[in-house]
């Protein structure tokens, strides 16, 4: 299965074109996505290229400092370069979905489900004590 998921931030807006084919016109955006690492404070910048309606969604909703979750498969390949004759390897991701991973104003002042808990630096919550047997799941 080869599925990728991603949260991060536009590092730019994204660059939009329509290619047209025997087949019909197609619809491609694509832009660099910012994703902090795990471990230490570094940060990737991952290539996002998407097609279709979800291009014209990036194309219409997407702009730079937006932070969007990113579902899509992992792509990799190569090309000769032809300056210096070196194998040059390329990493992206065709996303399949795109969703705002943001509040609606872009700040995450989205409302919390439990007003009396404090969220932590990733905007989750801790669920207070006393909530455990109103949850659906356990």
Known sequence: MNMVVLIG?????????????????????????????????????????????????????LTKGKRVAILGELMIGSYKDKETDKTVYTTEVTASRLEFADGKDGGGNTPMPFPEA???ADGFQHIPDGYGEELPFR
């Open 9 to 61: 931030r536009l590092v730019r807006d994204p660059s939009y074109s329509e290619v047209e084919t025997e087949k019909g016109k197609y619809h491609i955006a694509s832009f660099y996505l910012a994703v902090p690492r795990n471990f230490n404070k570094g940060v990737n910048y991952i290539k996002i290229t998407t097609f279709g309606k979800q291009a014209d969604f990036a194309r219409d909703y």
């Open 118 to 120: 404090e969220a932590d």
